[in-house]
């Protein structure tokens, strides 16, 4: 496995600066970006080809705290953490409501499928602006959840690096980490299906 915190010359630690990733990763593959070796060998063509790739994935890799995470916990541990399929209890009541707005909405499309009155279709998009308000309701609530996760990754990132370099320690840490890891992975995952809703509501 590629490590991309070496790739870009950063320390491995949970919490890096985006901004800092993207400038990065744009000095580094400058030279090796396929418009800047079109006049080298094939050979050349391919290792500037294949490296600039690999920049492209660690700066996407790191840029995004999910999966930044979840490449740390790879590299500390060798292997990617277990697939859980329980939700944690403190994020149960989001997913019980979230997927509830999102099975009425989804009834909603389906019943507006069925019109086909002109005069019907006006009354129904009003109603489409409706539950595209009630969705936003929620997009913006998962908004403030993002800011309690990023400054709980603020927090761990402190504590990652003065943790005490104890196997004991280390494994608390990781455990933490894997907890926010997948705390991120739920935020997308709902963000994704509220936009989706939103996305096919406008049409």
């Known amino acids: 496995m590629t490590d991309y915190f070496a790739l870009l010359n950063e320390p491995r630690r949970p919490g890096l600066d985006p901004d800092r990733i993207r400038q990065l990763f744009l000095a580094r593959a400058t030279d090796v970006h396929p418009d800047r070796v079109h006049q080298a060998d094939e050979a050349e063509k391919a290792a500037a080809n ?8 660690a700066c996407q890799c790191l840029t995004d705290p999910k ?3 979840l490449h740390l916990l790879e590299l500390e541990r060798g292997s990617r953490p277990a697939e859980i399929q329980s939700i944690p209890t403190v994020l149960a009541d989001w997913f019980v409501d979230i997927a509830a707005v999102c099975q009425e909405a989804d009834m909603f ?9 002109p005069l019907l279709k006006i009354q129904w998009f009003q109603r489409a602006q409706d539950w595209i308000e009630r969705i936003q309701v929620w997009q913006q609530k998962l ?3 993002r800011g309690e996760l990023d400054e709980r990754l603020k927090v761990l990132d402190a504590a990652w690096l003065t943790a005490s370099p104890t196997p004991e320690a280390k494994t608390a840490s990781l455990a933490r980490l894997e907890e926010l890891y997948r705390f991120y992975g739920y935020f997308n995952r709902w963000q994704n299906q509220l936009s ?4 096919r509501l406008s049409f």
């Open 50 to 57: 294949r490296h600039y790739a690999e920049l492209n994935a």
């Open 196 to 199: 989706e809703r939103v996305a």
């Open 143 to 145: 908004n403030e959840l």
């Open 109 to 117: 499309l389906l019943e507006r499928e069925k019109v086909t009155s």
């Open 67 to 69: 999966t930044r995470l």
